[in-house]
């Protein structure tokens, strides 16, 4: 197979404009302005359309294309994103985010008539727009709207939620994230000499294999965490306010209903996997158990839970770690690795950390006619090189999306959308896996069982937490960083057990925990996994299931979460379902302790 080479390893944003002053700005504000309010002012007095299927599916017809190629921001929103996403702490580009913010929210404020007039369609009306044929392609749209119009406030009420999103909430979460992002310390590095790395490389280093390193940043982190978790405190009981607020002017019953709602999931299935999941902390107790017995410690700090066990010395450089994806993804199906190679040709994944620049990995995308992006901090990690099949899975949603789906259902539920990445991450693990030894095996299946823990037993602990933590504001009225730290330690060790030390300055990692601010966003990860190794099983049976995967790639938001898998044979109503998928990480863990003991290592 030929080998990948590496042209570019920043974003190239020239698809885009120019610069941050680029006059084309101003012409093309004018066009997403003029089509819009076309739109709005075609639409906005009439209401044939909420009579006449044949209306509707005009109208529909009209605001497709307006979402699929103009949104309210266009191409200048995306644009100053992705320059916020690399540059945090600019203020110039602070000062045009917000600007097109504005120009945005003030066009979604008056079109927003239209979806709300379409959800409060009579019940009795309903079912003469949902059987109509000619709609078929927005049936799932207009059922969803149906679905949520005993939430949904007036006009003049959702204008003001709307209005009020960033003071309330976006500046405080973006202010939080800012001043870590630009957070520096002096810690211990691999050369034995102190270096001053910042808060994205910090965190990376809390998981070094020479302990002075690791625990040189770990108390960098935490004083970071501290001196932020004053501020930390005054933001997250604010958007914990707000949440509570509108939550009450929209009748929600609980706290993470708008989280399923959103994901179009039954809040019965998000609480069996809860359920599931907790009942059998005991995985993840021994999980941790074994570590620390491997390990040769008693126990292990709270920042050493993600210690890399044996010897993955192998340095993978960007380079290698693309061609061996794309290897992966080669076999799989060729478009996985043509999609890839795309990715890569044409500066759409920015690759290493730098000062200011987000930290983690992410794949961002807006319009249907724009491109998608992923943001990567590579550090030559085998971690590293599972990241960029994470993200690449999240791409490849995207782009199937893209190719198949109208704009109005061009989107992945959190519940489908980690599903994809976790597929291609999985597989690239496994090609490294068989060609290991019994040592490196056991290496990477430690490796492994911490990726499932986290992602499964670690994550339904959080969102537990989050739960608690909602409903012991909505009673108190105000939680303390104290509260919420004593809060967040007693779930972090509900699933992590005796052999896990939650030592001081861990009651503070709450600060950073960027997901609780998205609000029960956590589940997905557990749901994803498990649902994930279920596709994998199947694929690694039977390689034509790839087309049945690449039709659940393809399905955006065409139907429910339930539909999209019971067509690929998977029941995620069915309680068994989740417990199946739960003893398969059992049997890894069992069978990682009997390698572990054959090769006399506990």
Known sequence: MEKLTVKSTE?????????????????????????????????????????????????????????????????????????????NNNPEIKAKLKKIGEFSDRIENDIQFFELNISKIPKNEQNKFLEFSNLNEYKHFLKKLFDTAKYLLSEPEEKILNLKSN?????????????????????????????????????????????????????????????????????????????????????????DQVRHISDDIDSDIVDSLLECVSNKYYISKRYYKLKASLLGIKK??????????????????????????????????TEFSDILKDFKDNGRIDVYPKLGKTHGALCTHSLMNQPVYILLNHDDTLGSVLTIAHEMGHAINSTFMQKNVNSLNFETSLFTAE?????????????????????????ILMMKLNSDISSIFRQVACYKFEWEMHLKFRKKGYLSKKDIGLIFLKHMKSYMGESVELNDGCENWWVYWGHIRQFFYVYSYASAVLISKSLQNTTKKDLKFILKFKEFLSSGGTKSQKDIFLKLGIDISDKLFWENGLKEVEELLNETERLAKKLKKI
């Open 11 to 87: 974003w190239n944003l020239a698809p885009f404009f120019l610069s941050n002053n680029d006059k084309n700005m101003i012409q093309q504000r004018k066009k997403i302005e003029k089509n819009n309010y076309d739109f709005i002012n075609k639409w906005k007095s009439r209401k044939d359309y909420l009579l006449d299927p044949n209306i509707l599916k005009e109208a529909l017809d009209e605001y497709e294309t307006l979402n699929r190629f103009y949104g309210t921001s266009g191409d200048e929103g995306f644009y100053f994103l992705l320059k916020s996403i690399l540059d």
């Open 300 to 333: 292990l700090k709270y920042h050493e839970r993600n210690l890399e066990y044996g010897k993955i010395t192998k340095k993978y450089n960007y380079d290698s770690a693309i061609n061996l994806v794309h290897d992966v993804f080669f076999k799989l199906d």
């Open 167 to 255: 003071t309330s909430y976006s500046n405080w979460v973006n202010m939080v994230n800012g001043f870590l992002s630009k957070e520096e310390r002096m810690i211990f590095y691999e050369n034995k000499k102190k270096k001053m790395i910042n808060f994205s490389e910090i965190i990376s280093l809390m998981d070094s294999k020479n302990k002075k390193v690791r625990d040189s940043a770990a108390d960098a982190f935490n004083g970071i965490m501290e001196k932020n978790a004053d501020c930390a405190e005054a933001e997250i009981n604010s958007i914990l306010e707000n949440k509570k607020i509108d939550d009450e002017l929209r009748k929600i019953e609980r706290p």
């Open 419 to 443: 599903v994809a990445s976790t597929f291609m991450e999985d597989f690239v693990l496994q090609e490294i896996l068989c060609k290991a030894d019994d040592e490196l095996r056991l290496s």
